[in-house]
């Protein structure tokens, strides 16, 4: 289930989610698994057989997933960036 | 220095962090009275490492994320006591990782990097005498859903992130923890992997790791700062934490450097409490 907003920021403004990389990625599925807010889906019948679903339900700061994936393949945007784009945009907000 | 030790290191044959595992064990074996545990051997003859295992603390040396070393250890029901990923220690110091699976000269200078890494950790908290002596006391207001009891801290200099950390500030000092929501939803915890004292942290930055047979969480630091101390008691009972994450089971406590700017991006009790209902609501949906 999506969160609509972060520290009243719309979610959707904020860039934070999973990247795939492909050329590691052994489709394990294994964060499929873990992530319990449905981030991610497969697609079996594919030739890219996992992808980003849901990228705002995705908790942010939270990067669990790429903690357990093996293979590596998981990167999250920059942290300190998030934070200091979530500043910003409560300031543009409280301006407005 | 890492001294009276069991290890139990990946020893994955296929991967170049798995090889590095294999060498640091043996270096740690060489340098001090420590013991290794094959996990080979381990899986088909474990009475002749049970002894080992029960009888000193454990350093698990996982070679990356799939954690074969780890899982062996909860599959054997063994007490993690330390715990290290060589993929993570890489991206740490900046050493890519290829597949060789000798040992080379980077591979070499990261061994010597996490060896030092673990033995200055390991004097830090055996001298840490650096604790607080502020009081901390709790009060709490409690929310039923179904049959979980949520208690959520209601003091003023208590703050919440969104991502279910406390900090409790007194002065320039804060400590802080996990809330209900997330020992409840973890369920049975079983490892607590704790910050390196006098690791500066920004806020939102990972502050330890607590890991269940559900799941494994990183603890989010409400508050930017250094880490002055952690809560020792938790390497060995981590069930505290399911126990009262507030109290015995408190995860460090920090040095403040910029509370007045972390304050933007934290809550109060009222709207904590708030936040965590709603969540309870989206699970339950």
């Not at chain 1, 979610?11 to 795939?20: E, Q």
């Not at chain 1, 990625?25 to 449905?38: A, V």
Request: one cysteine or more; glycine letters at 4%; aromatic letters at 8%.
């Amino acid at each position: 289930m999506s969160e609509t907003t972060f520290m009243g920021v719309e979610r959707d403004k904020i860039d934070w989610n999973p990247t795939i990389d492909y050329t590691k990625c052994d489709f394990c599925i294994e964060c499929t698994k873990f992530c319990p807010h449905q981030v991610f889906e497969v697609r079996k019948t594919e030739n890219i057989k996992l992808i980003v679903k849901n990228p705002n339900n995705c908790v942010v700061f939270c990067r669990a997933c790429s903690k357990i994936c093996g293979p590596d393949a998981l990167s999250f945007p920059d942290k300190n960036a998030t934070t200091q784009r979530i500043k910003e945009i409560r300031k543009e907000e409280n301006n407005d | 220095m890492i001294e009276n030790y069991a290890i139990l290191p990946c020893n994955g044959l296929d991967k170049c962090a798995g090889a590095i595992s294999r060498e640091i064990a043996i270096k740690l074996c060489e340098n001090a009275k420590n013991e290794i545990i094959c996990p080979v051997f381990y899986r088909v003859a474990e009475a002749k490492y049970n002894k080992i295992a029960g009888e000193h603390p454990l350093l698990v040396i996982d070679g990356c994320q799939t954690r074969c070393a780890s899982k062996l250890a909860a599959e054997k029901n063994l007490k993690v006591s330390k715990k290290i990923t060589i993929t993570e220690e890489a991206k740490t110091h900046n050493v890519e990782l290829k597949s060789n699976l000798r040992l080379l000269k980077n591979e070499n200078a990261l061994i010597e990097i996490i060896l030092n890494g673990l033995n200055s950790a390991e004097e830090k908290a055996a001298s840490s005498s650096d604790k607080t002596n502020a009081s901390y006391n709790f009060e709490y207001e409690t929310y039923q859903k179904d049959k979980f009891l949520f208690r959520v801290p209601k003091n003023p200099e208590i703050y919440f992130n969104e991502n279910d950390c406390w900090a409790y500030v007194i002065g320039n000092r804060a400590r802080i923890g996990v809330t209900d929501f997330v020992q409840q939803n973890l369920s049975d915890i079983l490892y607590y992997t704790p910050p390196e004292i006098g690791a500066e942290n920004d806020q939102f930055g990972e502050v330890g790791e607590i890991e269940s047979s559900k799941s494994v969480i990183d603890i989010i630091s409400p508050v930017s700062g250094k880490v002055v101390s952690i809560n020792e008691t938790l390497i060995e009972k981590p069930e505290l934490i399911n126990e009262n994450p507030y109290e015995l089971g408190w995860i460090a406590e920090l040095e403040l450097t910029d509370f007045e700017s972390d304050k933007e991006l934290l809550v109060g009790f009222d709207k904590y409490l708030e936040i965590m209902k709603k969540k309870l609501e989206d699970l339950n949906a």
